[in-house]
């Protein structure tokens, strides 16, 4: 069988202007990045056409160490419409550096369903990565700076908010301390380090609706907070002109293709376990604008990516889905059935029947949002007819849901026919009703996060560190209690108990502390122990990663 590299590499990828000419963008309207990649400009967004496209969210059960393969689906899915002859365009989240040399290796799909080129996707790709770290800490280092020249006019904050960002996994960022040596190496400081996909201008980025309101939310971060309690804001450092100049290229969505040289946007790349979870809502609308059918992805389970999706990117932006795929594996159902994880890929007929308890939380949840939901398996050689039957005699009999086999990672868009027809046939026959939100805006901050954690994880209670409780009274005294709530949590359990698989109920669900994320307009509530800075593994994949004889090897 051949690698996704090898894939990859005899894949004979069309000139972008040609991909871009095939969903009717001209070669002129487009800043070409090499060959095979390009800028796509904000203008080329039309509200009108978007009105008639269909758009469809893909997300999946709770997420395992072993993956589920939303990715694979999602291009798979537009390959597969694109197949049956539909104009399909899908839209991704750019992979981190962290998870790629980390834990996880390349992010750009698998086997025949694939974004390409995928080494540049997976590596510095345009830029926008970059930019974002690098705008994120320039702020930093401004902020600082005016610290330390206005320090002698009695100038100080009570508190700074604003850490540093990089797109490494790093433990030993997490906590730092700046400033040391003489004093004109700046104010001693106790600091830190999160991954970019956790900076609130990635946040910002992604749900911006234009280049003006991209520089409204950067004047609104809050840096810190003065000694009388007011919030020192970028408006008051005066620095919003330098942030979007250093964001001007990263507005634009980025245009790529698939195996199959269909069209691709890729843009943006928050984490759903500790941000919201979703690509730009520039790129959502532009394949809106140029497709037939727009497929979009949220990360994590849909307790984490597809109810930030909702709650948050649809809520502020107005988009609705006309349906939602949710993505399943049998090893992952057993692995929630509580087979252990070293033997998920032996038959299980009964550890697999008591993991679907995990599939039907998630598909309860999805239908509360108003969602009509098909659920998809990523069949793997390991898996049996027999558990493929059990599964599909559950959906169907039980759920009352479509059920579908995917063969895109191995036959591409001819695997993924009989799935992107089901999905044509579900949103002409019975599409989503109007959505449904989990909270109102004018709930209190609390409430919000305690009917996300009752309604959609199962929590019994809610608790609220002390924390927790200053930061959602500095929010409520600012004006900020109509802004919808991101929750960050494992993304291995309804739960905050990374260990609690399966549909996790009853539980206490404790929120440590609260991050106030003023310019991306939302607040994000810290669950138990997951943390914005991720640590390698004992054998990270930067350690198969090579370059050899002018290829990279181990990027998949």
Same mark, same amino acid.
């Given at each position: 069988?051949?690698?996704?590299?090898?894939?990859? *590499?005899?894949?004979?990828? $069309?000139?972008?202007? $040609?991909?871009?000419?095939?969903?009717? !963008?001209?070669?002129?309207?487009?800043?070409?990045?090499?060959?095979?990649?390009?800028?796509?400009?904000?203008?080329?967004?039309? @509200?009108?056409?978007?009105?008639?496209?269909? +758009? #469809?969210?893909?997300?999946?059960?709770?997420?395992?160490?072993?993956?589920?393969?939303?990715?694979?689906?999602?291009?798979?899915?537009?390959?597969?419409?694109? *197949?049956?002859?539909?104009?399909?365009?899908?839209?991704?989240?750019?992979?981190?550096?962290?998870?790629?040399?980390?834990?996880?290796? /390349?992010?750009?799909? /698998?086997?025949?369903?694939?974004?390409?080129?995928?080494?540049?996707?997976?590596?510095?790709?345009?830029?926008?990565?970059?930019?974002?770290?690098?705008? *994120?800490?320039?702020? &930093?280092?401004?902020?600082?700076?005016?610290?330390?020249?206005?320090?002698?006019?009695?100038?100080?904050?009570?508190? %700074?908010?604003?850490?540093?960002?990089?797109?490494?996994?790093?433990?030993?960022?997490?906590?730092?301390?700046?400033?040391?040596?003489?004093?004109t190496n700046g104010i001693e400081t106790q600091a830190g380090f999160d991954i970019t996909p956790a900076s609130e +201008?990635?946040? %910002?980025?992604?749900?911006?609706?234009?280049?003006?309101?991209?520089?409204?939310?950067?004047?609104?971060?809050?840096?810190?907070?003065?000694?009388?309690?007011?919030?020192?804001?970028?408006?008051?450092?005066?620095?919003?002109?330098?942030?979007?100049?250093?964001?001007?290229?990263?507005?634009?969505?980025?245009?790529?293709?698939?195996?199959?040289?269909?069209?691709?946007?890729?843009?943006?790349?928050?984490?759903?376990? !500790?941000? *919201?979870?979703?690509?730009?809502?520039?790129?959502?609308?532009?394949?809106?604008?140029?497709?037939?059918?727009?497929?979009?992805?949220? /990360?994590?389970?849909?307790?984490?990516?597809?109810?930030?999706?909702?709650?948050?990117?649809?809520?502020?932006?107005?988009?609705?889905?006309?349906?939602?795929?949710?993505?399943?594996?049998?090893?992952?159902?057993?692995?929630?059935?509580?087979?252990?994880?070293?033997?998920?890929?032996?038959?299980?007929?009964?550890?697999?029947?008591?993991?679907?308890?995990?599939?039907?939380?998630?598909?309860?949840?999805?239908?509360?949002? /108003?969602?009509?939901?098909?659920?998809?398996?990523?069949?793997?050689?390991?898996?049996?007819?027999?558990?493929?039957?059990?599964?599909?005699?559950?959906?169907?009999?039980?759920?009352?849901?479509?059920?579908? #086999?995917?063969?895109?990672?191995?036959?591409?868009?001819?695997?993924?026919?009989?799935?992107? $027809?089901?999905?044509?046939?579900?949103?002409?026959?019975?599409?989503?009703?109007?959505?449904?939100?989990?909270?109102?805006?004018?709930?209190?901050?609390?409430?919000?996060? @305690?009917?996300?954690?009752?309604? #959609?994880?199962?929590?019994?209670?809610?608790?609220?560190? &002390?924390?927790?409780?200053?930061?959602?009274?500095?929010?409520?005294?600012?004006?900020?209690?109509?802004?919808?709530?991101?929750?960050?949590?494992? $993304?291995?359990?309804?739960?905050?108990?990374?260990?609690?698989?399966?549909?996790?109920?009853?539980?206490?669900?404790?929120?440590?502390?609260?991050?106030?994320?003023?310019?991306?307009?939302?607040?994000?509530?810290?669950?138990?122990?997951?943390?914005?800075?991720?640590?390698?593994?004992?054998?990270?994949? &930067?350690?198969? #990663?090579?370059?050899?004889?002018?290829?990279?090897?181990?990027?998949?």
């Amino acid at each position: 069988m051949m690698t996704d590299l090898e894939i990859a *590499h005899a894949t004979e990828l $069309q000139p972008i202007a $040609q991909v871009a000419e095939s969903i009717g !963008i001209a070669a002129d309207d487009i800043e070409n990045y090499g060959r095979h990649i390009a800028k796509v400009p904000l203008r080329l967004i039309s @509200e009108e056409k978007m009105k008639r496209s269909h +758009l #469809i969210l893909v997300t999946s059960i709770t997420a395992t160490r072993a993956g589920i393969g939303k990715t694979t689906v999602s291009i798979g899915l537009a390959l597969g419409l694109n *197949h049956i002859g539909k104009k399909a365009v899908v839209a991704l989240r750019e992979p981190s550096l962290g998870p790629c040399f980390g834990m996880k290796g /390349g992010a750009a799909g /698998g086997g025949h369903a694939q974004v390409l080129p995928m080494e540049k996707i997976n590596l510095h790709f345009t830029g926008d990565f970059h930019a974002i770290t690098s705008a *994120h800490n320039m702020i &930093a280092a401004l902020l600082d700076n005016y610290l330390y020249q206005h320090r002698a006019e009695g100038f100080g904050l009570k508190e %700074i908010l604003w850490r540093r960002v990089l797109d490494v996994n790093d433990r030993s960022l997490r906590s730092i301390v700046t400033g040391l040596g003489p004093s004109t190496n700046g104010i001693e400081t106790q600091a830190g380090f999160d991954i970019t996909p956790a900076s609130e +201008l990635m946040a %910002i980025l992604c749900l911006a609706t234009d280049e003006n309101d991209l520089r409204r939310r950067v004047e609104q971060i809050v840096l810190g907070y003065r000694y009388d309690g007011t919030p020192f804001t970028v408006r008051d450092l005066g620095v919003a002109g330098s942030v979007m100049v250093l964001l001007k290229d990263a507005l634009q969505p980025n245009l790529v293709q698939t195996t199959e040289n269909t069209a691709a946007f890729v843009h943006g790349g928050p984490f759903a376990n !500790i941000a *919201h979870g979703c690509n730009t809502l520039f790129a959502t609308k532009m394949a809106l604008s140029h497709s037939e059918y727009t497929i979009t992805e949220a /990360g994590f389970g849909a307790d984490l990516g597809a109810e930030k999706f909702f709650d948050i990117k649809c809520r502020k932006s107005g988009l609705q889905p006309d349906l939602t795929v949710l993505v399943a594996t049998a090893q992952g159902l057993k692995m929630h059935g509580g087979v252990p994880l070293d033997q998920i890929k032996a038959p299980n007929l009964n550890g697999l029947r008591d993991g679907l308890a995990n599939l039907d939380k998630h598909v309860r949840n999805l239908r509360s949002f /108003g969602q009509t939901v098909v659920v998809v398996f990523n069949r793997f050689a390991e898996d049996t007819d027999e558990e493929m039957t059990l599964l599909r005699t559950h959906c169907e009999n039980v759920l009352k849901a479509p059920f579908v #086999i995917n063969n895109a990672y191995a036959e591409g868009g001819a695997g993924a026919a009989e799935l992107a $027809q089901v999905v044509v046939d579900t949103i002409a026959k019975n599409p989503s009703q109007p959505l449904q939100f989990q909270y109102a805006d004018d709930d209190p901050i609390r409430t919000k996060i @305690e009917k996300v954690a009752k309604q #959609i994880y199962g929590a019994a209670t809610v608790s609220f560190a &002390a924390p927790a409780l200053r930061r959602i009274k500095t929010a409520e005294e600012n004006g900020m209690s109509h802004f919808p709530v991101c929750i960050a949590k494992t $993304q291995f359990s309804f739960s905050a108990d990374a260990k609690r698989y399966g549909a996790a109920e009853g539980f206490d669900f404790e929120i440590r502390d609260i991050v106030i994320n003023a310019g991306a307009e939302m607040i994000v509530a810290i669950a138990g122990d997951i943390l914005r800075m991720p640590g390698l593994p004992k054998q990270p994949q &930067a350690l198969h #990663i090579d370059y050899v004889d002018g290829e990279i090897t181990g990027l998949s």
